[in-house]
C-alpha cells in the first residue's frame, strides 16, 4: 500500500488548508485487557491541522486507541511523542489541560445539566479562579465566569443549538445530544480534537450538519481532528488521511484514495476470514 | 380556633423543624454519595468529631491531654479558650484537613473498588474517628454554646395565647428558639451550597462529577480534587448538624446516632436528590410528630422511635428509587 510518511514540512491541501508537521505519534503502541490484545504494536502520526480518521471492523481497537490518546488507558508497550518530546504517563484530565478533548461513542454528557453548562463545564481547564473567589462571586471570579459565557454563547451560535441552551440535556433528542457533546469538546479550544463516531445513529440531514460542523471546526480554527467513523462516505469526504485497524492491528495507512482500494482493507470489511 | 387545632400546628411547626435537622444530616450523606457512590457510614461520627473539636477548642481544652499524661505524666488540661468565632473557623480548617487525609489515605487507594467495600471503608473510618475523638477531647458528654438563642419564644406564646376559643385552656404556642434559628441557618446553608454549584466552576465540576467520570476527567476535572472537596463540604455540613443537635443534646456519644436519624430521610429521598433529602426530612419530621400527637396516646406512644422506618419501609415497597430519584431500569 502507498505509505503517506509525508516529510515534516508544511503542505497544502486541494481546498487551501494548511498541514503543518507531526503534531502527535504513536510508536509501537500494545495494549491488553488480561488475555485480549486490543492494540498491537501500532504506529501513526497526527499532523498539525489535519482530519485524520481512523477505521476498521467492530472491536478493531478504534476507540482503546482514543482512550489511549487521552489517557483512559495506559498502554503495556509503546510511546506517545507530542511535538517531538516523548509524552510522560499522565492522567486524563492532566492530558485535557494539555489541549486535548474528546466526545465518546456512547454519549457521555453531563444528563442533568442544561447544554450551556455542559459546554460551560468544557471551559473548566480554562477557568484559573480559585473556588474561595468563586464561592462568594468575587470581582475576578465574576469576570472569568462571563468572559467564558460569552465564548460558550459563541460556540452555541456556532453549532446552532440556540433553542435548547435551557434544555437539560437528557431530554434531548439523540442527535442533538451528539451535537452538543462536540460544543463541549470544542469549548475547551482544544488542539486535538478526539471524536468517536460523531456520526453513528444520525439520519442523513443530521450526518450532514455534523460533517459540516466537523470541517468548519478543522478550517476556521485550525483545529487538528482524530475521528472514528464506520461511514466509508463520510469518511471519503472528511479526512486528509486514513489509518486503518483490524483485530488491534494496523492494515493500511493512506490518503482515503488508497486506502479504499488498498486489497488488506477491502478484505478486512468484507469479512475474508483470517488464517 | 380550637386548642386541639392549634395545638396541631405547632406539632407541625416542630415537625417541619425537626425535619430540617434530619435534612441537613441526610444532606451530607447525599452530597458524598452523589459524587463518589460512596455510602458515607461515617457522616454521624463526623458530626461528633466536629462538635467535639469546637467545643474543645472554645473550652480551651488540650489535645490528648490523657494521652500526654499518660505518657509523659504531665497533667496539662488547659490552655487558651478561643472565642467562639476563631474557634469555628479553626473547626472548619480541621474538617478541610480531616477530607483531605480522607482523599490520601482512603480514597485514593480504593478507586474502581466495589461499593461494598467503600461502604466498609468508611465503616472503618467511623470507628476509627469515634475513638480518635475520644481520644484527643475526652469521652465525657460537654456543654456546647455558641450564643444561639435557646429555650421557649415568649413572644410567640403570648401572641397566641389569646387565639383559642373562648372558655378553652390554651397557654400559647410553645417553639424553641433553638430550632428557630437552626432552621434559619440550616436554609441558609442549603440555598448557599445550590448556589454555589449553580454558578460557579467549581459547582459546576461538583455536578459534572456526580453525572459521569469519565466525561468529567475528559473535561480537565480532577475527581481526586473534588472528592476532597465534597468530604470538605460534608465535613462542614457535619459540623453545622453537630452544632445544631450538640446545643439540644449535649456533645456526646449519641450525636453520631443521628446518623440513623438521616437513614429513613434518605430512602425516602433517594441517595442522590438534595431536594429529595430535604422534602424526605420535613416529611418524616412532620409526620413523626404529627403521627406521636394524633395517633400515638392510643397504641401507648413512644412511636418516634420507629415511625420513620415504618414510613421508609413503605417507600422501599412502593416507591424503591425514592421521592425524586431516577426510576431503576435494568438494561436488557
Ligand atoms: N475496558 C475494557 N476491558 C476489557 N476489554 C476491552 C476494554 N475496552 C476494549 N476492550 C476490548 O478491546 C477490543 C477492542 O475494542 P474497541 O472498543 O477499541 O473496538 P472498536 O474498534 O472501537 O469497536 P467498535 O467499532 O465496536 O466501537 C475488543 O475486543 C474489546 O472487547
Ligand atoms: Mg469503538
Redesign the pocket.
Known sequence: MGSMEGPMSETVTADGRTIGGVLMEMRGIT?R??G????KDISFDIREGEIRAII????????????VINGF?HPQDGEIWVRGKKRRALRPHQIAHQGIARTF?NIALFKGMTTLDNIMTGRFTKMRAPWWQQAVWAGPAEREETANREIVERIIDFLEIQPIRKTPVGRLPYGMQKRVELGRALAAEPKLLLL??PMAGMNVEEKEDMSRFILDVNDEFGTTIAL?E?DMGVVMDLSDRVVV?DY?QKIGDGTPADVRNDQAVIDAYLGVPHD | MSADFLNLIEVILNGLMAGVMYALVALGFVLIFKASGIFNYAQGVMALFAALTLVGLQQGQVPFAHLIKAVTGLDVHHWWSMPTLLALLVTVGVMILFAFLVERLILKHLVNQEPIILFMATIGLAYFMEGFGDLMWGSEIKKLDIGIPSGGSFWLEEATIGWAAEGERYFGMYIDLLDVWATVIAVLLVVSLMLFSQYTKTGRALRAVADDHQAALSVGISLRTIWVIVWSIAGFVALVAGIMWGSKLGVQFSLSLIALKALPVLMLGGFTSIPGAIVGGLIIGVGEKVFEFAIGPMIGGATENWFAYVLALLFLVFRPQGLFGEKIIERV
Open positions: 495494549l485487557f488480561g485480549v490484545t486490543a492494540i476498521g471492523p467492530n472491536g478493531a481497537g478504534k476507540s482503546s486507541m482514543l482512550n488507558y461513542q468517536d463516531e472514528i464506520h485497524l488491534g
